[in-house]
Structure formats: structure tokens, C-alpha cells
């Protein structure tokens, strides 16, 4: 048998009650006792993964490189 830890068996069905209440991953970890990187990767193992929302923030313009040989020419004054 491997670590009392990791077995998924036991710890699985904390993972999904404490994800369908709404606990952070860190809760869920702290609770179950893995680290969150596990808690992590056993979420989304399991499927309980919640959509990304979309953002409806508008993004500044992103700032182009200039073309070369364009910083030799500005340096001509």
C-alpha cells in the first residue's frame, strides 16, 4: 500500500465535497493534508475543474518593436 497521503481512494470524496461548497484548493489541501500542487492535479483528474470566465477589461495596445535599423536613425540627430 502506498502513502496513507496519497491514497485517492479515501481522499476523493473530501476533494468533491469541499470543491462543490466552494473551499480554495489551499482549504482543501490544509484539510485532506497533500500539498496543493496534488490537490490541483487531482481536481482536474477528476474533473471538477471550474470554467475560466471571460474578462471584459479592455487591454492597452501592446507596444511594437521598432524595425531595424529604425534605432539607428533615431540616434542621428
Given amino acids: 500500500m502506498g502513502r ?3 491514497d485517492n481512494a479515501r481522499i476523493e ?9 466552494g473551499s480554495s484548493v489551499r482549504e482543501i489541501a490544509r ?3 497533500i500539498s496543493v500542487g496534488s ?7 477528476i474533473g471538477l ?8 477589461v479592455l487591454r492597452s495596445a501592446s507596444r511594437r518593436a521598432l524595425p ?10
Fill in 68 to 77: 531595424v535599423g529604425a534605432g539607428l536613425e533615431i540616434a542621428r540627430v
Fill in 31 to 33: 484539510h485532506v493534508g
Fill in 39 to 45: 490537490t490541483h492535479a487531482m481536481i482536474g483528474r
Fill in 13 to 21: 470524496p473530501a476533494v468533491r465535497r469541499m470543491h462543490a461548497d
Fill in 4 to 6: 496513507p497521503a496519497l
Fill in 49 to 56: 475543474s471550474r470554467p475560466v470566465g471571460r474578462t471584459t
